[in-house]
């Protein structure tokens, strides 16, 4: 059974940075693009960054500047750097991952990390 377990969150104080990490395991082939999301309380879940196996990476233009995404494809993880963050970052941050095993390619989530920014 495939699972993608985040971590790295928590309550960081305005300009601050956090480093989230997932990491897949289980038993597949291989991990084709990862990617963070993120959902702020009554509002739709929102794209935060993909990264290709390759290395391409693609960002909500909000982001872009503050955030980075990267992964270590030898041990099936995602990171995302988030510097300068802001209240409105608060939100939970999920991750997933299009992964590739006996069954069918299917789109795995985490089950999320909080991420609070005080004022």
């Known amino acids: 059974q495939v699972q993608l377990v985040e971590s790295g969150g928590g309550l960081v104080q305005a300009g601050g940075s956090l480093r989230l990490s997932c990491a897949a395991s289980?038993?597949?082939?291989?991990?084709?693009?990862m990617g963070w999301y993120r959902q702020a309380p009554e509002k739709q879940r929102e794209l935060v960054a993909t990264?290709?196996?390759?290395?391409?990476?693609n960002y909500a233009d909000s982001l872009k500047g503050r955030f980075t995404i990267s992964r270590d494809n030898a041990k099936n993880t995602v990171y995302l750097q988030m510097n300068s963050l802001k209240p409105e970052d608060t939100a939970v941050y999920y991750c997933?991952?299009?992964?590739?095993?006996?069954?069918?390619?299917?789109?795995?989530w985490g089950q999320g990390t909080q991420v609070t920014v005080s004022s």
């Open positions: 997933n991952a299009e992964i590739i095993s006996f069954s069918p390619t299917t789109l795995y």
């Open positions: 990264i290709t196996r390759g290395g391409s990476t």
């Open positions: 289980g038993t597949f082939f291989t991990i084709n693009t």
